[in-house]
């Protein structure tokens, strides 16, 4: 067989998995693919290849996960919707690209490298004149627009996790 | 009174600061400085500058904070001790740098920009030939050699935060 992509997790190959470790048989993406093993094995995640992956704004996904918490990238750009999340902090940090966080008292602004914790139950809005490219930490299963719901609510993409 | 910092986290000065902030005393660093006000205000953390503040190896410092978690960053450089920690997951992202992740079947290789989570209970050693720069994530109190203990256990920093 010829050699197959390498599992980037751990020595391992496709053709030759470690014991424990099952070959995907899809969804392989470069050399951030890993064989399944379980808990025991995650992938390394290399933001700016995630993000390649995709062009559409306001539609977070998951790359990652650790513990109860999703590590998300997504791109935006334009306005979003003014929406609290009661129960959560959420962690935005900026990859590329000029973020504002509005709030009611003012606005964040944020570069490439800076990240900002948006309080629970803190209304918030974001909004960029150009395409930002950005992390989000928080819970599993936090929706997009918290209580506000409507049109920009993102459905839940783990596809690139 | 000539005009003081600015906070970073809202339209709030400390020589004028908004109603329930606090100016802090001490302790202030450029322009991402806030007042105190409970959980309502957080900081602009700049990763960068945050790095820029300190020089010890393997002393992780808490820079932000989300929920019951903590952000930290930390400069490493030489290989580190091998541990478990058998409650939590722990998220790495290299910020500089190239980390190899030692684990018991195979190593882990990180560069700036990319990111990795070392699954709760599996026994994992970080290493680096030159210094590397990176944030963790991980719940509130956890101790940087887990189950080892020894020399290299770094006493809690939220100095920076």
Redesign the interface.
């Known amino acids: 067989m010829a050699p197959g992509p390498i599992c980037?997790?751990?020595?391992?190959s496709f053709d030759d998995p470690?014991p424990g470790h099952v070959p995907r048989p899809s969804g392989l993406v470069g050399a951030v693919a890993t064989c399944e093993a379980g808990?025991?094995v995650?992938?390394?995640?290399?933001?700016?290849e995630k993000l390649s992956l995709f062009s559409e704004h306001w539609s977070p996904k998951v790359v990652?996960?650790?513990?109860d918490?999703e590590?998300k990238v997504v791109k935006v750009k334009g306005e979003f919707v003014w929406h609290t999340h009661d129960d959560?902090?959420?962690?935005f940090l900026v990859?590329a690209g000029e973020l504002s966080i509005q709030?009611r008292?003012?606005?964040?602004?944020?570069s490439a490298?800076?990240?900002?914790?948006?309080?629970?139950g803190?209304e918030h809005c974001p909004v960029a004149d150009g395409e930002v490219h950005a992390l989000l930490?928080?819970?599993t299963g936090v929706v997009n627009t918290g209580d506000a719901g409507g049109a920009l609510t993102a459905a839940y993409d783990d596809s690139l996790a």
């Open positions: 980037a997790a751990a020595q391992c470690e808990d025991m995650n992938e390394v995640v290399d933001i700016t990652a996960r650790l513990n918490y590590i959560t902090d959420e962690l990859v709030l008292d003012g606005d964040v602004r944020l490298g800076q990240l900002f914790v948006v309080p629970r803190v930490i928080e819970p």
